[in-house]
């Protein structure tokens, strides 16, 4: 009840929630916030905690089921970056909030970081099995990973977050190698010979 209140405050007041704001909302005495919480970034830290589990567990069926059932590229894509969006589509002010707090959380950075190396570790299976990713899938994989959080966290938290625009974004990093090598063989060449000089 007081974490829920806490989310909601947080979402709409940002850092300048205050623990009797919270009592308020959730309809409970200041004393009682404090019996859980001794401050509010003792609350956050809690908030912070919650996300990575909830991730965890989300993202965790999402990708049993991709093992299991192996779809092609885009449809493995498209699953993965729609849960990722997900997650940040409720209150995505707090998820924000959060993130920005993250260097100042350190029990949480270490959940964090490895929340985000087994999410890498998927996504690079899913690249290889695709044959996404070029040489070096991992760093594929951890590059994608990275600048998909950036466009969540630094972008789309200001508007509605799409996932067709995600995954628009990260096709750009995993290109498909057969379209690419067909588009290169395909451009048209340079107008400019050797040895000619432009103006």
Do not use: W
């Amino acid at each position: 009840m007081v974490l829920e209140a806490a989310a909601q405050v947080f979402s709409r007041e940002g850092l300048a929630a205050t623990t009797n704001r919270i009592a308020d909302r959730a309809g409970v005495s200041i004393g009682t916030v404090y019996q859980y919480f001794p401050n509010k970034h003792a609350i956050l830290r809690a908030l912070a905690h919650a996300h990575v589990e909830e991730a965890g567990r989300r993202l965790g069926a999402v990708f049993r089921r991709l093992r299991a059932e192996r779809p092609p590229f885009p449809e493995t894509l498209y699953a993965i970056l729609d849960a990722v969006a997900d997650l940040h589509r409720d209150r995505p002010a707090l998820h924000g909030l959060l993130h920005r707090l993250a260097p100042r959380l350190p029990e949480e950075v270490t959940a964090l970081r490895a929340f985000e190396d087994h999410l890498v570790d998927e996504v690079a299976y899913h690249l290889e099995r695709c044959g996404r990713g070029g040489e070096d899938v991992e760093l594929a994989a951890r590059t994608l990973v990275h600048a998909v959080d950036a466009q969540l966290h630094r972008v789309l938290t200001r508007h509605a977050i799409d996932t067709d625009q995600l995954v628009r974004f990260a096709e750009l990093l995993v290109p498909d190698p057969v379209t690419a090598a067909s588009t290169e063989r395909s451009a048209p060449a340079s107008s400019v010979r050797p040895g000619s000089s432009i103006g």
